[in-house]
């Protein structure tokens, strides 16, 4: 294995081993990341792509300070804000995302897990106090920032903050009879 | 429990990840917690499937690194285009070797260009050459104990730590290697989705993106010849393995061209071959071109041996031989008869 210096002087250089070797490493971990700001994998998996891909070309430009590690999840990060800025503009423009949002959800409802844990999920978020609920709701289904909650809910960020924690602790806690199906699964995935 | 004393911490850092909250260092410090232990992991991953299973499309779709690999490599523009401007070399002061073999490649190829950084102040340094041929064979020693031809419309990337004691060429198109052998040198060649890993040896590397097959004839010595999924096969000299991309299944020829590596060698075996397939030989490891003036030429036999003439002695031989006339113009060197 080559060091983090290595690696940052051989994409400087623009030698391919060094690319591919760096984007092997990090692909898989950075679109997990860029998907929890887009909320769609296919478009994380362009971005992270095009990221590497303006890494590629403007290779002589690259001038690392901090680790190779943190400069990839800095790209992908600025990346994700201005593509999110892009589709805030959109969602004003049209009603496209609530639609397209709409569309996923029903998605979820039909894979395999089913009715049961569905409506558990349901009456686990019913049962949270109002304005956790509503934090919750802003969030899950309407994807807003904790900013943007905070501002349409006269709270503070810290609030917003406290209660996504209060409310995804819950949900492990109440649906944790449903959880060893995923160490089940996650263990099946592990031997093979 | 361990657990519970950064739980907080953690709890903060999981739910502003999956709120799409998280900022770069706080996405490493969670996976570099993730990491630490599978107990961690599966906090992690409950939390995973909570947040998949109550907000719109956050379920976990896999990631095929390979594919996407794939994909991009397709996209990536090569980076020294022989007619741009972009010709950097940087030679390090310290090592006076590669400024002279960097200035005499840099006369003779002309067209090909050569990008070589070597950055002194880094302390662990590592040797990174990319060679690019478009229409020139590069001849190039890459370290005291590798040695590399790369033939046209090839590329290839070097890169070695400072020892020079870890090597590894990626090769896109064809490059004969020859590699002086130590116990001290590792050398690992990778040809599309193929792995070439050398044991002291001359060998040849086909593998032109747009042929279905990678090729490697081994001139001495054996080298072992997989994929990341088939432990593949030694071969060994005088024989070429050979790898179907659509099959994935590799085969052991023992026949081999002896022109095989005469882009390198210019070493020319023809036995009873016609004048057409002798021109097109020529073609290929000359710069200069040879052509027949008239179809009626192609036809003709010819059994010679040429050991790294040059052009003009060849068409000159191939004239008396057959007994047709040969001049040199613009285009080349032209074979012809009187009539």
Same mark, same amino acid.
């Given at each position: 294995?080559?060091?983090?210096?290595?690696?940052?002087?051989?994409?400087?250089?623009?030698?391919? %081993?060094?690319?591919?070797?760096?984007?092997? =490493?990090?692909?898989?971990?950075?679109?997990?990341?860029?998907?929890?700001?887009?909320?769609?994998? %296919?478009?994380?998996?362009?971005?992270?792509?095009?990221? +590497?891909?303006?890494?590629?070309?403007?290779?002589?430009?690259?001038?690392?300070?901090?680790?190779?590690?943190?400069?990839?999840?800095?790209?992908?990060?600025?990346?994700? *804000?201005?593509?999110?800025?892009?589709?805030?503009? #959109?969602?004003?423009?049209?009603? /496209?995302?609530?639609?397209?949002?709409?569309?996923?959800?029903?998605?979820?409802?039909?894979?395999? %897990?089913?009715? /049961?844990?569905?409506?558990?999920?349901?009456?686990?978020?019913?049962?949270?106090?109002?304005?956790?609920?509503?934090?919750?709701?802003?969030?899950?289904?309407?994807?807003?920032?904790?900013?943007?909650?905070?501002?349409?809910?006269?709270?503070?960020?810290?609030?917003?903050?406290?209660?996504?924690?209060?409310?995804?602790?819950?949900?492990?806690?109440?649906?944790?009879?449903?959880?060893?199906?995923?160490?089940?699964?996650?263990?099946?995935?592990?031997?093979? | 429990?361990?657990?519970?004393?950064?739980?907080?911490?953690?709890?903060?850092?999981? @739910? #502003?990840? +999956?709120?799409?909250?998280? !900022?770069?260092?706080?996405?490493?410090?969670?996976?570099?917690?993730?990491?630490?232990?599978?107990?961690?992991?599966?906090?992690?991953?409950?939390?995973?499937?909570?947040?998949?299973?109550?907000?719109?499309?956050?379920?976990?779709?896999?990631?095929?690194?390979?594919?996407?690999?794939?994909?991009?490599?397709?996209?990536?523009?090569? !980076?020294?285009?022989?007619?741009?401007?972009?010709?950097?070399?940087?030679?390090?002061?310290?090592?006076?070797?590669?400024? $002279?073999?960097?200035?005499?490649?840099?006369?003779?190829?002309?067209?090909?260009?050569? +990008?070589?950084?070597?950055?002194?102040?880094?302390?662990?340094?590592?040797?990174?050459?990319?060679?690019?041929?478009?229409?020139?064979?590069?001849?190039?020693?890459?370290?005291?104990? *590798?040695? %590399?031809?790369?033939?046209?419309?090839?590329?290839?990337?070097?890169?070695?730590?400072?020892?020079?004691?870890?090597?590894?060429?990626?090769?896109?198109?064809?490059?004969?290697?020859?590699?002086?052998?130590?116990?001290?040198?590792?050398?690992?060649?990778?040809?599309? /989705?193929? +792995?070439?890993?050398?044991?002291?040896?001359?060998?040849?590397?086909?593998?032109?993106?747009?042929?279905?097959?990678?090729?490697?004839?081994?001139?001495?010595?054996?080298?072992?010849?997989?994929?990341?999924?088939?432990?593949?096969?030694? @071969?060994?000299?005088?024989?070429?393995?050979?790898?179907?991309?659509?099959?994935?299944?590799?085969?052991?020829?023992?026949?081999?061209?002896? =022109?095989?590596?005469?882009?390198?060698?210019?070493?020319?075996?023809?036995?009873?071959?016609?004048?057409?397939?002798?021109?097109?030989?020529?073609?290929?490891?000359?710069?200069?071109?040879?052509?027949?003036?008239?179809?009626?030429?192609?036809?003709?036999?010819?059994?010679?041996?040429?050991?790294? /003439?040059?052009?003009?002695?060849?068409?000159?031989?191939?004239?008396?031989?057959?007994?047709?006339?040969?001049?040199?113009?613009?285009?080349?060197?032209? !074979?012809?008869? $009187?009539?």
């Amino acid at each position: 294995m080559f060091s983090d210096l290595e690696l940052i002087t051989g994409l400087h250089d623009g030698n391919e %081993i060094v690319f591919e070797t760096v984007f092997k =490493n990090y692909y898989e971990r950075l679109c997990n990341y860029a998907n929890t700001y887009i909320n769609n994998m %296919i478009e994380a998996e362009e971005m992270v792509q095009g990221t +590497f891909l303006i890494l590629w070309e403007k290779h002589e430009m690259i001038d690392i300070h901090t680790s190779l590690k943190s400069y990839l999840y800095r790209s992908v990060h600025n990346n994700c *804000i201005n593509h999110v800025k892009h589709l805030q503009v #959109r969602r004003n423009h049209y009603d /496209e995302y609530l639609h397209y949002a709409d569309i996923e959800y029903e998605q979820v409802s039909n894979d395999l %897990i089913g009715k /049961e844990l569905e409506q558990k999920i349901n009456s686990v978020i019913e049962s949270l106090p109002p304005q956790c609920k509503a934090v919750f709701k802003l969030s899950r289904l309407e994807n807003l920032t904790y900013n943007e909650i905070a501002e349409k809910m006269g709270l503070s960020v810290k609030t917003i903050e406290n209660h996504m924690i209060k409310a995804l602790k819950t949900l492990r806690v109440e649906l944790k009879e449903y959880l060893p199906l995923l160490i089940w699964l996650l263990w099946f995935k592990n031997v093979n | 429990m361990k657990l519970e004393s950064t739980n907080e911490h953690i709890e903060r850092l999981i @739910v #502003r990840y +999956f709120s799409g909250e998280a !900022l770069p260092e706080e996405a490493i410090e969670l996976e570099e917690w993730i990491d630490k232990s599978p107990a961690n992991k599966k906090y992690f991953e409950d939390f995973r499937f909570v947040s998949n299973h109550t907000g719109p499309a956050k379920r976990y779709v896999s990631v095929d690194t390979s594919k996407a690999w794939e994909n991009v490599s397709r996209q990536m523009k090569p !980076l020294k285009k022989p007619d741009a401007e972009a010709v950097k070399v940087q030679f390090p002061v310290y090592r006076k070797r590669w400024f $002279n073999i960097a200035a005499s490649i840099v006369i003779l190829i002309g067209l090909s260009v050569i +990008f070589i950084l070597n950055n002194p102040k880094n302390e662990k340094l590592l040797t990174s050459v990319a060679l690019v041929s478009n229409d020139s064979i590069i001849h190039r020693e890459l370290s005291p104990t *590798i040695k %590399i031809s790369v033939n046209r419309k090839s590329n290839v990337a070097y890169l070695s730590d400072r020892a020079g004691k870890k090597n590894e060429i990626k090769i896109t198109g064809e490059a004969f290697i020859e590699v002086n052998h130590s116990i001290d040198t590792m050398l690992l060649v990778r040809a599309d /989705e193929t +792995f070439i890993r050398d044991i002291g040896t001359s060998f040849n590397v086909k593998a032109y993106p747009e042929n279905n097959i990678v090729e490697v004839f081994v001139e001495n010595g054996k080298v072992a010849f997989y994929t990341k999924e088939h432990k593949g096969i030694i @071969v060994n000299a005088g024989e070429t393995g050979v790898y179907d991309k659509t099959s994935k299944i590799f085969n052991i020829v023992t026949y081999s061209d002896p =022109n095989v590596i005469a882009y390198k060698t210019r070493n020319l075996v023809f036995r009873n071959s016609s004048l057409q397939e002798v021109v097109k030989i020529l073609n290929d490891v000359y710069p200069d071109k040879v052509i027949l003036d008239n179809q009626n030429l192609a036809d003709y036999k010819i059994s010679v041996t040429f050991n790294n /003439e040059p052009l003009d002695s060849i068409t000159e031989i191939i004239g008396e031989t057959l007994g047709i006339q040969v001049r040199k113009d613009s285009t080349g060197f032209v !074979l012809y008869d $009187n009539e």
